[in-house]
């Protein structure tokens, strides 16, 4: 067993690179989302009863996830951490996963990490230590020069929309526009400038794993010329040649954007 897993090994390594080569000046994504789905699945698979097993498996990948994005020259990173539906898990698993949240938010924090962070979500449907983490990560790495990694936490992409047009129409009663002078005016844009993502490019590619092929509620409104990529590896599992293999596929497609 120890030689078949050392020849596959090998012949995983000498693909990589391959991959690595052909992506060499290839069109790639501004701006990568990541569904990290299937870490509870991935424990179950080898016989683990405790799930959290799986979610601190996934999270360990995250620092991994990041350093291939920054070779691959990716500026923005958005990592689908916690949805507002998994808000209704036992309470037990959610503490747990919350937990662990915070653990990622401080550790791509600490010194020595590039990246900024930045947490995206409805702070309201979070326990206040939660959100007291994520603004310190906020804060602790606002200056850095790295990409900016977003964290939705809390996180569901209807919520999002309608936090965007009552920040919209808060911030028109405030300069006391007529609901008549709104509707006159509103564009498209304006709304896009009240999402939690505002001055970031959209979405380039989605990356789903586990093999499940839905957005779940990711970035409902970004992704309307987003490109997407499912694959059937659990996140825990989630290697640099699957994430090469992405890249690869989005540099294939030829991006129309209705034209």
């Known amino acids: 067993m120890a030689v078949r897993r050392q020849v596959r090994d090998a012949i995983v390594q000498i693909y ?16 990568v989302g ?27 990948k995250i620092v991994d996830l990041l ?64 959100v007291a983490v994520l603004k310190q990560a906020e804060e602790d790495t606002r200056d850095r020069p790295g990409a900016t990694v977003n964290l939705a936490v809390g996180y569901g992409g209807r919520q999002e929309i309608a936090d965007a047009v009552r920040s919209l129409l808060a911030e028109h009663a405030a300069r006391g526009t007529t609901f008549e002078e709104l509707v006159e005016s509103l564009e498209v844009e304006h709304i896009a400038e009240h999402l939690y993502t505002r001055g970031q490019p959209d979405p ?7 093999g499940e092929q839905r957005l779940s509620g990711f970035l409902l409104w970004q992704t309307a010329n987003t490109e997407f990529h499912f694959t059937d590896v659990y996140w825990p599992e989630f290697r640099r040649v699957d994430f090469l293999r992405a890249l690869r596929d989005y540099s294939a497609r030829h991006r129309r954007f209705g034209s």
């Open 16 to 31: 990589e690179r391959r991959l690595a080569r052909a992506l060499e000046g290839a069109d790639v994504p501004r701006h």
């Open 34 to 60: 990541v569904i990290m789905d299937g870490n509870r699945r991935w424990a179950r698979s080898i016989g683990l009863e405790d799930v959290a097993h799986g979610h601190r498996r996934g999270a360990d």
């Open 67 to 130: 350093g291939w994005c920054d070779d691959a020259g990716v500026s923005v990173v958005t990592l689908f951490m916690l949805s507002t539906d998994n808000l209704s898990r036992p309470e037990a698993e959610l503490r747990t996963l919350l937990q662990i949240i915070e653990d990622v938010a401080v550790d791509l924090s600490r010194p020595g990490r590039p990246w900024q962070v930045r947490a995206m979500g409805a702070p309201e449907v979070l326990p206040p230590e939660t």
């Open 204 to 210: 380039d590619l989605v990356i789903r794993t586990s």
